[in-house]
T-cell receptor
Framework: GESVGLHLPTLSVQEGDNSIINCAYS??????FIWYKQESGKGPQFIID?????DKRQGQRVTVLLNKTVKHLSLQIAATQPGDSAVYFC???????????FGIGTKLQVIP | DGGITQSPKYLFRKEGQNVTLSCEQN?????MYWYRQDPGQGLRLIYY???????QKGDIAEGYSVSREKKESFPLTVTSAQKNPTAFYLC??????????FGAGTRLSVL
């Protein structure tokens, strides 16, 4: 059945500090991972992705780390800004199938 | 202006009524998806389609139906069998091996 009253984990970070958002994935066959940002009332927005043959990928102010041994993914945001406040989701895809499944999400609150 | 268009933005359903949510994309993507999001929760996959005239059930397909008659369109019908339809519905599309791109969502409420 559905989980009722499930609350998102929250990370509070001071403006200017670095943020680290973690995600544990479940399928060892997953070979493509994505991070999304979702602001209130909007659809998720793509941030960065990484394939399973890599363990690190960098974008503008963001870095994704992949540890396949422990099935763990992290998103690092450098110099966090108030505009970074949102819910962040990791997603995974396996093999040739187009099915994409999402993690629970983490709410990032930036303290000015 | 390429993207995904979901309509309507807000939708109200009466008891026992079927309602259809529209999703159109002009990105020439092969795959399309429907997700449901409940308040304070993550996205759960309802249905996805990899090509025209083909679709697969996701994790919570009961009470929903879809069709994929055209590459650009993937409408979702919320049937009367879905007893708890109030949620935020998100449509997405992608090409193989790439991240899904999302629309702005439809918020469905029950009258």
């Amino acid at each position: 059945g559905e989980s009722v009253g499930l609350h998102l984990p929250t990370l509070s970070v001071q403006e200017g500090d670095n943020s680290i958002i973690n995600c544990a994935y479940s399928n060892s066959a997953s070979d493509y991972f994505i991070w999304y940002k979702q602001e209130s009332g909007k659809g998720p927005q793509f941030i960065i992705d990484i394939r399973s043959n890599m363990d690190k990928r960098q974008g503008q102010r963001v870095t994704v780390l992949l540890n396949k041994t422990v099935k763990h993914l992290s998103l690092q945001i450098a110099a966090t800004q108030p505009g970074d406040s949102a819910v962040y989701f990791c997603a995974e895809k396996s093999g040739g199938y187009q099915k994409v499944t999402f993690g629970i999400g983490t709410k990032l609150q930036v303290i000015p | 202006d390429g993207g995904i268009t979901q309509s309507p933005k807000y939708l109200f359903r009466k008891e026992g009524q079927n309602v259809t949510l529209s999703c159109e994309q002009n990105l020439n993507h092969d795959a399309m998806y429907w997700y449901r999001q409940d308040p304070g929760q993550g996205l759960r996959l309802i249905y996805y389609s990899q090509i025209v005239n083909d679709f697969q059930k996701g994790d919570i397909a009961e009470g929903y139906s879809v069709s994929r008659e055209k590459k650009e369109s993937f409408p979702l019908t919320v049937t009367s069998a879905q007893k708890n339809p109030t949620a935020f519905y998100l449509c997405a599309s992608s090409n193989p091996g790439l991240a899904p791109y999302f629309g702005a969502g439809t918020r469905l409420s029950v009258l």
